[in-house]
């Protein structure tokens, strides 16, 4: 979990490209990775780069130094903030923030080179798959300083590992190990941790060698039946396929027109398709 680069005094978060697979790294090591204004934006900008991509089939999320993969919201930061500014600033934004990053067309991991606590483990819960370093634990401590997870971990971890388990890692703020986090379905995968990313990137490299479309329509599906997203699977599966249709030229033909459409009910059919000999 090493960052050869410079990181600049109130972190950074960066985006790197390399075939199909983006890489989200996180550089606050001396801060255990916290997030402030400045790297939430950051964040915000690289997904809307990454969902408007037709290269990046998917998506690894890292971070830098050897102490934690992320503690979540810088604690400083926003207990500075009025009532009003927390729930405007860090609530709403944090929620949608991640919401993006769940909702991406694109299969996210996270590799979890580091202990994640708080809004770090909210944001690999964010994540598709999770890698975790043997070393790491993770957990949701935020009872611990009188308030509770803010950002979706009390909705994601429970579908995750169960509503008994959430509760008593909430409850207690638990700080789950790697082989309890694996055995419990938090993490699909554990790693030695020079090897996590590497890891990440093994499974990346799986995914990316998938058919893109079929693979980003099948993860929101899946996304749809476990209740993330369910109104918007079904408003964009249900726009694409019509967007197939004859009907859909015919409108849109129309519409320019200035014409009533001519509907068929029929799709934009070529014809049979010889699948095995071309």
Not at 58 to 63: L, P, R
Not at 168 to 179: G, H, K, P, Q, Y
């Amino acid at each position: 979990m090493t960052d050869p680069s410079p990181v600049q005094p109130d972190g950074e978060i960066t985006l790197t490209v390399d075939g199909h697979v983006a890489v989200i790294h996180i550089s606050r090591p001396n801060k255990l990775n916290s997030f402030t204004i400045p790297m939430v934006e950051q964040l915000e900008s690289h997904l809307a780069v990454i969902d408007d991509s037709e290269d990046v089939r998917a998506v690894i999320v890292t971070s830098a130094g050897d102490r934690a993969f992320s503690a979540g919201a810088d604690i400083k930061a926003f207990s500075q903030l009025s009532a009003t500014r927390m729930w405007s600033t860090w609530i709403r934004r944090g929620h949608a923030l991640f919401d993006k990053l769940a909702g991406l067309r694109q299969p996210s991991i996270a590799a979890i080179d580091g202990n994640a606590f708080g809004g770090g483990l909210e944001l690999a819960l964010a994540c598709d798959i999770r890698v975790m370093a043997t070393d790491a634990k993770v957990g949701l401590s935020e009872l611990g300083i009188g308030t509770l997870p803010g950002w979706g971990g009390t909705a994601r971890l429970q579908k995750t590992v169960g509503v008994a388990r959430a509760k008593r890692m909430i409850f207690t703020s638990l700080m789950v190990d790697a082989e309890t986090a694996l055995n419990w379905g938090l993490v699909t995968d554990l790693a030695e941790r020079p090897d996590v990313v590497a890891k990440a990137r093994e499974i990346a490299e799986q995914i990316a060698t998938r058919a893109p479309i079929a693979l980003q329509m099948t993860k929101q599906i899946i996304d749809g039946q476990s209740g993330e997203g369910l109104r918007l699977t079904l408003e964009a599966l249900g726009s694409a396929a019509s967007s197939a249709t004859d009907d859909f030229v015919e409108g849109v033909t129309a519409f320019r027109s200035k014409r009533p459409p001519q509907f068929s009910g029929s799709f934009d059919d070529p014809g049979p398709r010889d699948v095995l000999h071309g």
